[in-house]
């Protein structure tokens, strides 16, 4: 059975969130073999500034069959182009909590699988329309992102959208033999607010 199915998040996910090219969907069962496509390769969807593990797509298999991926606290959605509806990619929230606090915020992660596909804007948009999704359904003031320091596309994207950098988490990441740093990003609801007013031209 397709978890999925059952989760009372599917219905309104399947079909709002879409922009020009792409929309943001629920994954469902096949697509877990297009991930694994991605995953085959070093440059693939978990690209040069992740840590890249065996087991990323076992592992994602069995958090699919838990949950379907897809459910207030945490949800991976699929992204695909609007005419073809072919997947490129993926974007993700994970709601952080607030030290002794009870209140959290989510923490977004986003990728597109093949190379060809990259630098094409379809992540913009994508998580442009997460932000959007996060904002109109959870009571949070800010979305947070963080980013392999190195990864200048990722942090470009995050300050397009108007993510400021908030702080270092110096050599908290292992990766390809090395230790190192996270950038801190964050988005608050009022600056989002202020540029969903403006044209897209002025964005």
């Known amino acids: 059975m397709d978890p999925t199915s059952a989760n009372p998040l599917a219905g309104p996910l399947a079909d709002p969130l879409a922009g020009p090219r792409v929309r943001l969907r629920p994954l469902r069962q096949e697509d877990l073999d297009?991930?694994?496509?991605?995953g085959e390769h070093r440059a693939g969807l978990?690209?040069?500034h992740q840590r890249y593990q065996l087991d990323h797509v076992r592992r994602l298999r069995e958090a699919f069959a838990r949950t379907g991926l897809l459910d207030r606290a945490a949800a991976v959605l699929l992204v695909e182009t609007v005419a073809d509806k072919r997947p490129v990619g993926f974007v993700r929230y994970t709601m952080t909590p607030y030290?002794?606090?009870?209140?959290?915020?989510?923490?977004?992660?986003?990728?597109?699988?093949?190379?060809?596909?990259?630098?094409?804007g379809y992540a913009t948009e994508a998580v442009g329309l997460l932000v959007d999704y996060l904002f109109s359904t959870f009571?949070?003031?800010?979305?947070?992102?963080?980013?392999?320091?190195?990864?200048?596309?990722?942090?470009?994207?995050?300050?397009?959208?108007?993510?400021?950098?908030?702080?270092?988490l110096r050599r908290a990441s292992f990766r390809d033999?090395?230790?190192?740093?996270?950038?801190?990003?964050?988005?608050?609801?009022?600056?989002?607010?202020?540029?969903?007013?403006?044209?897209?031209?002025?964005?």
């Not at 009571?139 to 300050?159: C, H, M, W």
């Not at 397009?160 to 270092?168: H, M, Q």
């Open 34 to 38: 297009v991930f694994e496509g991605w």
């Open 46 to 48: 978990w690209g040069p």
């Open 99 to 120: 030290p002794d606090a009870d209140c959290a915020w989510p923490d977004i992660g986003f990728g597109i699988g093949a190379e060809a596909d990259r630098g094409k």
């Open 139 to 168: 009571p949070v003031e800010r979305v947070g992102a963080a980013t392999d320091a190195a990864n200048e596309p990722s942090r470009r994207l995050l300050e397009k959208l108007g993510f400021r950098r908030e702080g270092v």
């Open 177 to 203: 033999g090395a230790w190192r740093d996270l950038v801190l990003y964050g988005l608050l609801r009022p600056t989002w607010a202020r540029r969903r007013r403006r044209t897209p031209a002025e964005r």
